[in-house]
Protein backbone atom coordinates (compact mmCIF):
# COMPACT_ATOMS: atom_id res chain seq x y z
CA UNK A 1 0.00 0.00 0.00
CA UNK A 2 1.40 3.36 -1.01
CA UNK A 3 1.66 5.07 1.59
CA UNK A 4 3.61 8.31 -0.11
CA UNK A 5 1.50 8.87 -2.92
CA UNK A 6 1.99 11.19 -6.43
CA UNK A 7 -1.01 11.02 -8.23
CA UNK A 8 -0.06 12.60 -11.58
CA UNK A 9 2.84 10.32 -13.37
CA UNK A 10 3.30 13.47 -15.60
CA UNK A 11 2.76 17.18 -16.04
CA UNK A 12 3.69 19.72 -18.77
CA UNK A 13 4.00 23.22 -18.66
CA UNK A 14 5.15 26.50 -20.46
CA UNK A 15 9.04 28.00 -19.83
CA UNK A 16 7.83 31.45 -17.34
CA UNK A 17 4.79 29.79 -16.05
CA UNK A 18 4.54 27.61 -12.67
CA UNK A 19 5.03 24.06 -12.41
CA UNK A 20 2.93 22.27 -9.36
CA UNK A 21 3.95 18.94 -8.12
CA UNK A 22 1.34 17.52 -5.93
CA UNK A 23 1.94 14.60 -3.03
CA UNK A 24 -0.36 13.33 -0.54
CA UNK A 25 0.41 10.85 2.01
CA UNK A 26 -1.30 8.64 4.29
CA UNK A 27 0.33 8.05 7.85
CA UNK A 28 0.15 10.84 10.32
CA UNK A 29 3.41 9.67 11.68
CA UNK A 30 5.37 11.59 8.90
CA UNK A 31 6.80 14.54 10.19
CA UNK A 32 9.38 15.51 7.41
CA UNK A 33 9.03 15.52 3.94
CA UNK A 34 11.53 16.10 1.31
CA UNK A 35 11.57 16.72 -2.77
CA UNK A 36 14.18 15.21 -4.70
CA UNK A 37 14.88 16.09 -8.54
CA UNK A 38 16.10 13.13 -11.03
CA UNK A 39 17.46 13.42 -14.47
CA UNK A 40 18.15 10.66 -16.74
CA UNK A 41 21.03 8.68 -16.41
CA UNK A 42 21.87 10.34 -12.85
CA UNK A 43 21.03 9.66 -9.41
CA UNK A 44 18.19 11.84 -7.77
CA UNK A 45 19.58 15.13 -5.95
CA UNK A 46 17.87 16.84 -3.10
CA UNK A 47 15.89 20.00 -3.65
CA UNK A 48 13.97 21.13 -0.99
CA UNK A 49 12.00 20.08 2.28
CA UNK A 50 10.02 20.84 5.11
CA UNK A 51 9.06 19.60 8.57
CA UNK A 52 5.71 18.99 9.80
CA UNK A 53 5.90 22.37 12.04
CA UNK A 54 6.04 24.45 9.13
CA UNK A 55 3.64 25.09 6.52
CA UNK A 56 6.00 26.53 3.95
CA UNK A 57 9.37 25.95 2.87
CA UNK A 58 10.63 28.28 0.31
CA UNK A 59 14.07 28.15 -1.52
CA UNK A 60 14.89 30.54 -4.66
CA UNK A 61 12.03 29.55 -7.48
CA UNK A 62 10.77 26.38 -4.81
CA UNK A 63 8.65 26.70 -2.46
CA UNK A 64 6.86 23.37 -0.76
CA UNK A 65 3.57 23.66 1.08
CA UNK A 66 2.50 21.30 3.81
CA UNK A 67 -1.33 21.31 4.43
CA UNK A 68 -1.03 18.65 7.27
CA UNK A 69 -5.08 18.52 7.83
CA UNK A 70 -5.43 17.31 4.13
CA UNK A 71 -1.98 15.17 4.38
CA UNK A 72 -0.81 17.06 1.55
CA UNK A 73 1.97 19.03 0.11
CA UNK A 74 3.02 20.75 -2.95
CA UNK A 75 5.82 21.85 -4.93
CA UNK A 76 5.79 25.21 -6.31
CA UNK A 77 7.97 26.16 -9.39
CA UNK A 78 8.26 29.81 -10.60
CA UNK A 79 8.92 30.24 -12.85
CA UNK A 80 9.32 27.26 -14.39
CA UNK A 81 12.31 26.26 -16.93
CA UNK A 82 12.95 24.36 -19.37
CA UNK A 83 16.27 22.62 -17.38
CA UNK A 84 13.99 22.18 -14.48
CA UNK A 85 12.29 18.52 -16.92
CA UNK A 86 12.95 15.85 -14.52
CA UNK A 87 11.26 13.74 -12.46
CA UNK A 88 10.31 14.71 -8.93
CA UNK A 89 10.30 12.49 -5.76
CA UNK A 90 8.31 13.35 -2.77
CA UNK A 91 9.32 10.96 -0.01
CA UNK A 92 8.48 11.36 3.84
CA UNK A 93 10.44 10.01 6.96
CA UNK A 94 9.09 8.73 10.20
CA UNK A 95 9.26 10.50 13.47
CA UNK A 96 11.30 8.92 15.50
CA UNK A 97 13.28 7.22 12.84
CA UNK A 98 14.06 9.86 10.26
CA UNK A 99 16.88 8.04 8.14
CA UNK A 100 14.36 5.38 6.09
CA UNK A 101 12.55 7.84 3.50
CA UNK A 102 9.35 6.62 2.48
CA UNK A 103 9.28 7.32 -1.43
CA UNK A 104 6.13 8.14 -4.07
CA UNK A 105 6.26 7.25 -7.95
CA UNK A 106 7.26 10.37 -8.98
CA UNK A 107 6.22 12.95 -11.03
CA UNK A 108 7.69 13.58 -14.92
CA UNK A 109 8.29 17.17 -15.29
CA UNK A 110 8.00 18.77 -18.98
CA UNK A 111 8.96 22.71 -19.33
CA UNK A 112 8.64 23.78 -22.81
CA UNK A 113 9.77 26.70 -24.43
CA UNK B 1 34.92 16.90 -2.75
CA UNK B 2 33.32 14.56 -0.82
CA UNK B 3 31.40 12.31 -2.86
CA UNK B 4 29.46 8.45 -3.66
CA UNK B 5 30.63 6.62 -6.18
CA UNK B 6 29.05 2.86 -7.77
CA UNK B 7 30.71 0.81 -10.21
CA UNK B 8 30.53 -0.48 -12.84
CA UNK B 9 27.95 1.42 -14.21
CA UNK B 10 26.79 -0.79 -16.26
CA UNK B 11 26.99 -4.70 -16.27
CA UNK B 12 25.19 -7.59 -18.46
CA UNK B 13 25.15 -11.28 -16.86
CA UNK B 14 23.89 -14.16 -17.34
CA UNK B 15 20.86 -15.63 -15.26
CA UNK B 16 21.83 -17.58 -12.34
CA UNK B 17 25.45 -15.49 -12.31
CA UNK B 18 26.79 -13.95 -8.98
CA UNK B 19 27.36 -10.70 -9.49
CA UNK B 20 28.66 -7.03 -6.73
CA UNK B 21 27.65 -3.85 -7.01
CA UNK B 22 30.20 -1.41 -5.18
CA UNK B 23 29.07 1.12 -3.54
CA UNK B 24 32.08 4.11 -1.72
CA UNK B 25 30.84 7.20 -0.09
CA UNK B 26 33.62 9.47 1.18
CA UNK B 27 31.85 11.24 3.26
CA UNK B 28 31.89 9.51 6.83
CA UNK B 29 28.66 8.70 6.74
CA UNK B 30 26.79 6.21 8.83
CA UNK B 31 23.77 5.48 6.96
CA UNK B 32 23.81 3.52 4.13
CA UNK B 33 21.06 2.39 1.49
CA UNK B 34 20.41 0.47 -1.49
CA UNK B 35 17.30 1.34 -3.88
CA UNK B 36 16.47 -0.09 -7.38
CA UNK B 37 14.04 1.92 -9.60
CA UNK B 38 11.56 0.72 -12.26
CA UNK B 39 9.52 2.03 -14.68
CA UNK B 40 5.77 2.26 -12.11
CA UNK B 41 6.97 1.62 -9.20
CA UNK B 42 9.10 4.29 -8.53
CA UNK B 43 12.31 4.14 -5.80
CA UNK B 44 11.81 0.83 -3.71
CA UNK B 45 14.67 -0.16 -0.66
CA UNK B 46 16.88 -3.25 -0.49
CA UNK B 47 18.65 -3.00 1.46
CA UNK B 48 20.58 -0.51 4.55
CA UNK B 49 22.92 -0.58 7.19
CA UNK B 50 23.06 2.14 9.89
CA UNK B 51 26.80 1.62 10.63
CA UNK B 52 29.72 -1.08 10.50
CA UNK B 53 28.02 -4.28 10.67
CA UNK B 54 24.92 -3.15 10.82
CA UNK B 55 22.28 -4.66 7.81
CA UNK B 56 18.96 -4.31 7.78
CA UNK B 57 16.70 -5.79 4.87
CA UNK B 58 14.54 -3.45 2.47
CA UNK B 59 10.72 -3.85 1.28
CA UNK B 60 12.64 -6.02 -1.56
CA UNK B 61 14.97 -7.82 -0.07
CA UNK B 62 14.63 -11.19 -1.58
CA UNK B 63 17.66 -12.47 -4.18
CA UNK B 64 19.93 -9.66 -2.81
CA UNK B 65 22.82 -9.31 0.25
CA UNK B 66 24.83 -6.79 1.65
CA UNK B 67 27.86 -6.67 3.96
CA UNK B 68 29.08 -3.77 6.08
CA UNK B 69 32.85 -4.05 6.83
CA UNK B 70 33.85 -0.50 7.09
CA UNK B 71 32.05 3.29 7.13
CA UNK B 72 32.75 3.55 3.47
CA UNK B 73 31.55 0.63 1.40
CA UNK B 74 28.25 -1.06 1.08
CA UNK B 75 28.25 -3.79 -1.65
CA UNK B 76 25.59 -5.02 -2.94
CA UNK B 77 25.78 -8.74 -4.00
CA UNK B 78 22.95 -11.03 -5.79
CA UNK B 79 24.23 -14.28 -5.60
CA UNK B 80 21.91 -16.00 -8.25
CA UNK B 81 21.25 -13.30 -10.78
CA UNK B 82 17.40 -13.54 -11.55
CA UNK B 83 15.69 -11.43 -14.91
CA UNK B 84 13.57 -9.92 -12.81
CA UNK B 85 16.53 -8.19 -11.34
CA UNK B 86 16.87 -6.19 -14.61
CA UNK B 87 16.67 -2.70 -13.16
CA UNK B 88 18.69 0.25 -11.87
CA UNK B 89 20.34 0.42 -8.58
CA UNK B 90 21.25 3.38 -6.67
CA UNK B 91 23.25 4.09 -3.49
CA UNK B 92 22.77 6.46 -1.00
CA UNK B 93 24.12 7.68 2.32
CA UNK B 94 23.19 10.30 5.16
CA UNK B 95 24.27 11.40 7.85
CA UNK B 96 21.58 11.15 10.07
CA UNK B 97 20.53 13.47 13.32
CA UNK B 98 18.22 16.27 12.56
CA UNK B 99 19.41 16.05 8.64
CA UNK B 100 17.84 12.98 7.11
CA UNK B 101 18.84 14.01 3.44
CA UNK B 102 20.08 11.17 1.40
CA UNK B 103 22.64 11.82 -1.22
CA UNK B 104 22.65 9.47 -3.77
CA UNK B 105 25.44 7.91 -6.10
CA UNK B 106 25.25 8.11 -10.38
CA UNK B 107 23.34 4.40 -10.45
CA UNK B 108 23.90 0.78 -11.76
CA UNK B 109 22.73 -0.36 -15.24
CA UNK B 110 21.98 -4.31 -14.55
CA UNK B 111 20.58 -6.13 -17.37
CA UNK B 112 20.24 -10.17 -16.44
CA UNK B 113 19.41 -12.32 -19.43
Known amino acids: DQQVKQNSPSLSVQEGRISILNCDYT??????FLWYKKYPAEGPTFLIS???IKDKNEDGRFTVFLNKSAKHLSLHIVPSQPGDSAVYFCAASYAGNNRKLIWGLGTSLAVNP | DAEITQSPRHKIIETGRQVTLACHQTWNHNNMFWYRQDLGHGLRLIHY???????NKGEVSDGYSVSRSNTEDLPLTLESAASSQTSVYFC????????????FGPGTRLTVL
Open chain 2, 92 to 103: ASMRGGADNEQF
Open chain 1, 50 to 52: ISS
Open chain 1, 27 to 32: NSMFDY
Open chain 2, 49 to 55: SYGVHDT
